[in-house]
């Protein structure tokens, strides 16, 4: 019977945080407009990814970042000349189905949670303390995934562009940051450049 309520309060959590998160991609969508341009389309296409199926939107106040949510994945860029590396990383977070495999994490350790409280309180305060430090680690793993699928999709000049983009809008590093620190991802880019640059040759 406990694990029974435990399910049903995992999976009840899981979708009323997913209904949050996609009302505020469906407003996003609905009140922006998208854009599209040829080397994005592009990408796309080379990832294999339907182009349709992702809003792009212009946004000048923040660096590029995706909310990529089920219905709605979007991509928020700064201008239409964006930094294609970026674009693509961005891009393989969707490819790569993190969102979709950090939602599983997340019904995972709810379930967990109350199975183990058998209430409801203690459960959203238990799988709040224990979600942090995994889901960090994590998306950390997951981000340098994305910046690896991105050099495959990125020339030798992209990648490099690439680098110097992280090099010159790296924010200071946190403990809760949910990217590998800079200069941890500049290091594993270069040694991508690097083999790369050998397979050309």
């Known amino acids: 019977m406990l694990i029974l309520i435990s399910i049903k309060f995992s999976i009840s959590t899981f979708f009323i945080i997913r209904i949050i998160l996609e009302l505020y991609s469906f407003i996003s ?35 590029c970042s995706g909310d990529l949510s089920f219905l709605f994945p979007i991509v928020y860029i700064k201008n239409h000349n964006e930094n294609k590396f970026i674009i693509a990383h961005e891009l393989s977070h969707l490819k790569l189905y993190h969102n979709t495999k950090i939602s599983i994490i997340n019904i995972i350790i709810n379930f967990f949670s109350f199975l183990i409280t058998n209430s409801l309180i203690k459960a959203y305060i ?19 995934e994305a910046d690896i699928n991105a050099c495959k999709y990125c020339n030798k000049n992209e990648i490099i562009q690439g680098i110097s983009y992280l090099k010159s809008n790296s924010l200071p590093y946190s403990l809760f940051d949910h990217h590998p620190h800079v200069d941890i991802r500049i290091k594993y880019l270069k040694q991508e450049l690097i083999n790369l640059l050998k397979i050309e040759k």
Request: proline share 2%; charged share 20%.
């Open 29 to 63: 969508v609905k009140y922006n407009s998208k854009i599209f341009t040829n080397d994005i389309l592009e990408l796309c296409k080379s990832m294999n990814i339907k182009s349709n199926n992702v809003n792009f939107f212009i946004d000048n106040t923040q660096q």
């Open 126 to 144: 238990i799988s709040f303390i224990i979600s942090i430090p995994i889901l960090i680690y994590i998306i950390r793993k997951f981000e340098k």
